[in-house]
């Protein structure tokens, strides 16, 4: 089993920048690719960014593609996601996520609780 845990949201105005960490505890980390993801109000959750387990290879939707930047260090059993240019449209609950390789999809086999980012314009 691997634990994740998620922190670093709150409330920032347009513009700003946050840091994620998605903090891991359990069975290995650094064998796991990781996943953030999130879910706007009233909305689907979708795919943010991915990095791989060695932190060579990342992957990013569209919409943050330039604005957000995903980062590991196995050493601590963490990921982060660097959030700039921060945009009403990016309020939602922010996940992360571990499995087996970079993906898109839902297919990870850990999901941490959540932390909420609210953006105000």
């Known amino acids: 089993q691997v634990q994740l845990a998620e922190s670093g949201g709150g409330l920032v105005q347009a513009g700003g920048s946050l840091t994620l960490s998605c903090a891991a505890s359990?069975?290995?980390?650094?064998?796991?690719?990781v996943g953030w993801f999130r879910q706007p109000p009233g909305k689907e959750r979708e795919f943010v960014a991915a990095v791989s387990w060695s932190g060579v290879s990342a992957d990013y939707a569209d919409s943050v593609k330039g604005r957000f930047t995903i980062s590991r260090e196995n050493a601590k059993n963490t990921v982060y996601l660097q959030m700039n240019s921060l945009k009403p449209d990016d309020t939602a609950v922010y996940y992360c996520?571990?499995?087996?390789?970079?993906?898109?999809?839902?297919?990870?086999?850990?999901w941490g609780q959540g932390t909420q980012v609210t953006v105000s314009s």
């Open positions: 359990g069975r290995t980390f650094s064998n796991y690719a």
């Open positions: 996520a571990a499995g087996r390789s970079v993906s898109r999809s839902y297919d990870y086999n850990y």
